[in-house]
């Protein structure tokens, strides 16, 4: 950036460039150089965190207790760091993880190493594990969000309990001077509302600017995934081999453009923008701790190539307590994979569902068995894949033994005792252990957000106080009479977008359509009903719906579906990837003079 360190630019300069370069824990290494070689950026921002990646730094640091945070960071930086401080470049992550302030000294030693003079801030204070018990005995019960169920009922020892920090403590360490900021578990939104609020000097109660910026972090957050990576219409994206990583120009009234540097792979369109809009969201309240944005306000605009504006965000005061994410060892779990061939697939499988529960009947049973037939063969096989279905049997408990050896070997000894064309994808194996994700809130008031300036010192930040405020309506669209007439049995996507993903135990599933006439018909056909007969597996679940006008969209919440959160799942897709593109090639009736179009 052109202005001194930690003095925001002058008002009235050309907007602020916030860019990713990190979608999570293993994105692009490359992403860090080409975005600082593609084009002008004032702030360069990376998500490398997720319910999931908090377990898998608490495994890494058991191993080694220095560690705890994505070390791919600082290969990026051994590779930019030198560029970035030469461009003036701010960096803000949340590659600190579990361990920010290790992450910190990682960086003050490469930036020695290279002989660079760079100024390196942290953030901290999310970190609630050693004062669990006494959250507890203080009446917080740190409800599951889901299932209601007080953690204390659960009887467990958590590894790792993390609140979702806000914008303001990356905000002090920019205007400390900070050329890089290192976040632990801040919201992915608060890597962009933080650079922005300090940018332009908003101060707490901007609440349509500061939601505004809400809603450009979660468009950067995923990386290509705003630019037509994972894009339902992906034949519409040119040069998705290698996509280029998003970028938002925000302006001083919290208006932003959407786009990526000139000549990279990808595509920036209102359907892009739309399908990572809906990514992992509930309703139309989307609460972070510095506002709540409200996504039913939201207007995009297609303003040139690879350009979308984004306006009318409007903003509610920040909710008065913080989301929190709780790991706890779950126990350990062992899978075997059978392959059952030609005729009578269903009785094969039964067979071998009998069996392995009489021979784990009593002390040895586990603690759960699950049994998942995949009809992956087809009548009439020309081949013998074709001709092939899947079984995969997983075993779970917290006693190791249980599901090690003498499990799969358990499975493997059927092999010349069972069904005709018996064969396994694997030989015996160990069991791995697994954890489970507990969602809870706590008051913002007992989190100890911390901001640790280049000079050491640390600052203490302040929660907004809660504030009463009129309820903001929804943006008013007018929506044309749904078409009527004649319809013809084809796929759902062949008109409608969808993508889906998880949040904990629970899959999200965003439906949009690309014209108001479309989403007139989708308002009044996808009902929750007729999803749980399209999407027979979520039909024993809480499903609720909301609708987005404004972005010609629903979005599914589908509770429980993925169980425990993704490293207990037994789903084959544990994440809810693929569930929106199971909805799109489901057929059903859709009218003519829409398929006409």
């Not at 290790?102 to 594990?129: M, N, Q, S, Y």
């Not at 207007?299 to 005061?317: A, Y």
């Not at 994979?337 to 392995?356: C, I, S």
């Amino acid at each position: 950036m052109s202005a001194a360190r930690g003095t925001p630019k002058a008002r009235g300069e050309r907007p602020l460039r916030i860019a990713n370069c990190s979608g999570f824990y293993g994105d692009r290494l490359a992403a860090a150089r080409e975005m600082l070689e593609g084009g002008p950026v004032d702030v360069l921002t990376g998500d490398y965190l997720a319910e999931l990646t908090m377990l898998i730094l608490w495994k890494g640091r058991q191993r080694d207790p220095s560690a705890g945070f994505a070390a791919t960071f600082l290969r990026q930086m051994q590779e930019v760091l030198g560029l970035a401080l030469a461009k003036g470049v701010r960096i803000v992550v949340n590659a600190g993880g579990l361990n920010p302030a290790g992450l910190a000294a990682k960086l003050r030693e490469l930036a020695a190493t290279l002989g660079l003079d760079a100024r390196i801030a942290h953030v901290e204070g999310d970190d609630l594990l050693p004062r669990l018990a006494a959250l507890q005995r203080k009446g917080h019960a740190l409800v599951h969000l889901d299932t209601g169920r007080p953690l204390a009922a659960e009887g467990v020892q958590p590894v790792s309990a993390n609140a979702y920090l806000g914008a303001w403590g990356i905000a002090a360490c920019l205007d400390a001077g900070a050329d890089v900021v290192v976040c632990p578990r801040v919201t992915d939104a608060s890597l962009v509302v933080g650079p922005a609020a300090w940018h332009y000097g908003w101060v707490r109660d901007d609440w349509d600017r500061l939601a505004s910026m809400v809603v450009a972090g979660h468009i950067l957050e995923c990386g290509p995934q705003a630019t037509g990576g994972n894009y339902a219409f992906f034949r519409e994206v040119p040069g998705l081999e290698h996509p280029g990583f998003p970028l938002a120009e925000i302006e001083p009234d919290g208006s932003f453009v959407v786009t990526k540097h000139p000549g990279t792979g990808g595509l920036v369109s209102i359907g892009t923008i739309t399908a990572q809009l809906l990514y992992e969201i509930a309703g139309p309240e989307y609460l972070n701790p510095d506002a709540v944005a409200r996504f039913d306000t939201i207007h995009l605009e297609q303003v040139g190539p690879d350009r979308v504006r984004v306006s009318g965000v409007r903003g509610e005061p920040a909710p008065p307590e913080l989301k929190v994410c709780i790991n706890y060892a779950g126990g350990f779990r062992n899978s075997m994979t059978l392959l059952l061939t030609g005729l009578d697939v269903e009785e094969k499988a039964a067979l071998v569902e009998r069996t392995v529960r009489a021979r784990f009947a009593g002390p040895r049973a586990p603690r759960e068995l699950s049994f998942q037939l995949a009809r992956t063969d087809h009548p009439d096989p020309e081949t013998n894949e074709r001709a092939t279905a899947r079984f995969t049997i997983t075993a779970k408990d917290p006693d190791e033994k249980k599901v090690g050896r003498a499990f799969s070997s358990a499975v493997v000894e059927l092999v010349l005792a069972s069904y005709p064309g018996f064969y396994a994808t694997s030989p015996p194996g160990d069991g791995s252990a697994y954890g489970v994700y507990w969602p809870a809130l706590v008051p913002a008031g007992e989190v100890e957000h911390r901001a640790v300036l280049p000079d050491g010192r640390a600052l203490a930040i302040p929660h907004a106080e809660p504030k009463p405020a009129a309820r903001v309506a929804p943006a008013d669209v007018a929506l044309p009479a749904a078409p009527g007439g004649p319809t013809r049995r084809a796929p759902l996507g062949a008109l409608f977008g969808a993508r889906s993903g998880d949040k904990g135990g629970n899959a999200n599933l965003g439906v949009w359509a690309q014209n108001a006439a479309a989403y007139a018909w989708l308002e009044g056909f996808l009902t929750v009903e007729r999803l749980q007969a399209l999407l027979p597996e979520t039909a024993a679940h809480d499903v609720r719906r909301y609708g987005f006008p404004n972005l010609r969209a629903l979005n599914f919440v589908v509770v429980g579906l993925l169980g425990e959160g993704v490293a207990s799942s037994l789903r084959p897709d544990p994440q809810a990837k693929s569930l929106g593109e199971w909805l799109r090639a489901r057929v059903v009736e859709l009218p003519e003079a829409l398929l006409a179009e």
